[in-house]
């Protein structure tokens, strides 16, 4: 796959911006192709609480990516997820959801970031490593298929 890391290709440069009631057909649409399996209920939840970390990434007036995350603590912020359409990755797309939720976690007195992925998903470890995130801990059969997560942290 041709590849821009971000700020390169113009086609691929999104508006990153919080996440509005009419864009969940489009969040389902994301969820689907990606293989989330979360529920439009759980989406409006964290609409609902935790608005100003919930993002989404818009090119041409389509959402072609989400960051999704809450702060368990005053002082920790938690990426619940990140997913880019299928179509629209490997263009810089998740590096600047990632970075613009780390930043609202930052503003908002987060000192640390965590995150949790599955031990065989590369592509996304790769890409919270560049970010500098670090392997803090490993969960066997964390996921309902028994795979394990990595539990990634970064000070902020
Ligand atoms: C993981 C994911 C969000 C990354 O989004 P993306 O927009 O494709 O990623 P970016 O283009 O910003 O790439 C950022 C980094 O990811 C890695 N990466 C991206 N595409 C890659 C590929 N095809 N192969 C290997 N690494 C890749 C690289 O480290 C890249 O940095 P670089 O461009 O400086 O080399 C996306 O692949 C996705 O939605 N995957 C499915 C859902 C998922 O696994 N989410 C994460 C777990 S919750």
Known sequence: MERSSCGGDRRFRPVIRQFEIKDLPELMEIDREVGGGYSPELFMTFHEYHPQTMLVAEIDGKVVGVAIGFKPTPFEGRVFW?????????????????????????????????LEVRIGNRRAQKLYASMGFVVDNVIPTYYSDGEAALIMRKVL
């Not at 629209?88 to 613009?100: C, K, T």
């Not at 780390?102 to 640390?112: D, H, P, Q, T, V």
């Open 82 to 114: 990140l997913a880019v359409r299928q179509a629209y990755q490997g263009h810089g797309i998740g590096r600047s959801l990632l970075s613009a939720i780390l930043r609202i976690f930052s503003r908002l007195g987060a000192l640390s970031a965590t």
